[in-house]
């Protein structure tokens, strides 16, 4: 059974063991009974962490699956994920804006180049293929921004970092907060490296909050 799963039926376990032991007590409410069943159901996902806009994103980028050209120069990266509620739950409607620089750490700030507002397909699934980004010196940790908004839930701004950047010196468990950049251990990414191409990929959930 995997972590997830086996977190998942403790705290639901805990949280029936809880809710019988409260349904003992003559004092207590169906509405608190389902107040603390729904608690419980809102930890199971957390909401993601979320991070500055900063001053690059432009509005209006076409829905772009693929951002990269050939002989673009950089490491071709595959970065996909869900849009998902705190329950697990597709969230429908979602648009994801996703921007980040160039291989040389500079943004497109007339065009939309390395950048798109995807729609994700109808399991909450959304992917690019793009190339890693670069570092500029105000940032330089390697990053891609994000602004997720769907109906009925927060609009979300965050950045996704990759723990493989030499910034982190190696050690991200360690250094994921060097010069404050990363607001999140979390939002720091385990990166695959394959060998045909070569190429890397990412996975980035999004947990969005309800309104
Ligand atoms: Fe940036």
Known sequence: MSNTKHGRRRMLELCISRSLLIAGAASTSQSRLLALWQGAEAQMHKPTNAEVLGPFFRKGAPDARVLRAPGDPGLPLKVSGRVLNTRGQLVEGAKVDLWHADHNGLYDTRGYKYRTKLTPNGKGEYSVETVMPGHY????????????????????????????????????????????????????????LFETGPHTEVTFDIVLEKA
């Open 137 to 192: 010196s105000d940032r330089p940790a390697q990053h891609i921004h994000y602004l997720i908004a769907a109906p009925g839930h927060k609009t979300l701004i965050t950045q996704a970092y990759f723990a493989t950047d030499p910034f982190f010196e190696g050690n991200p468990e360690k250094n994921w907060n060097k010069r404050g950049i990363a607001a999140n251990k979390e939002l720091v990414l385990p990166v695959k």
